[in-house]
């Protein structure tokens, strides 16, 4: 699992008991997810279909700086299924896991439309199926 984005934890994103704000965390995974299934499908209009059980591993605190990890583990006919972990990129503590966030790709009648895609796509081979050379 890659885990590209960091997030620094301020004061706006904390709860009354001082930690992280759940509902900050799952704004940011799912813009994250979401940005993933648009790269991996080669389409804007994914939509959130589905998050199954999260689990709040532990707490993070202002100031901490936690990233987030998300790889596709399925590929459906018009789904993608991730999986998601929330940790602390000093300590690899981990604070979150989701098994499974389902997308589903859109065709331009906002009705669920077949994807073609069957395994990850590395941002190496989509350059070199657009013929570019990096
Ligand atoms: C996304 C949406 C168009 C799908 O419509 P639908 O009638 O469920 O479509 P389908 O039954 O054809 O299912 C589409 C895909 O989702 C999968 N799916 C549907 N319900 C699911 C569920 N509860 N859990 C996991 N996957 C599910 C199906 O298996 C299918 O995947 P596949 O083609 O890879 O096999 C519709 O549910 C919708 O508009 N939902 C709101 C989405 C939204 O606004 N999200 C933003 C957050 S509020």
Not at 39 to 44: K, T, Y
Not at 60 to 68: A, H, K, N, P
Not at 77 to 93: A, M, P, Q
Request: hydrophobic share 35%; net charge neutral; glycine share 8%.
């Amino acid at each position: 699992m890659n885990f590209h984005t960091r997030k620094w934890v301020k004061p706006e994103d904390l709860n009354a008991n001082g930690t992280l704000f759940g509902g900050s965390l799952l704004r940011w995974i799912d813009e994250e997810a979401a940005i993933y299934a648009i790269v991996q499908l080669g389409n804007q209009r994914v939509v959130t279909k589905y998050i199954s059980e999260i689990n709040f591993v532990s707490a993070s605190r202002q100031g901490d700086i936690i990233e987030l990890g998300i790889t596709a583990t399925e590929f459906g006919r018009t789904s993608i299924t991730l999986t998601c972990e929330v940790r602390n990129k000093i300590t690899r503590k981990s604070i979150l896991t989701v098994d499974k966030l389902v997308f589903v790709n859109l065709g331009e009648d906002g009705l669920p439309a077949p994807h073609g895609r069957t395994q990850i796509r590395y941002i190496k081979d989509q350059f070199a199926e657009e013929g570019r050379e990096d």
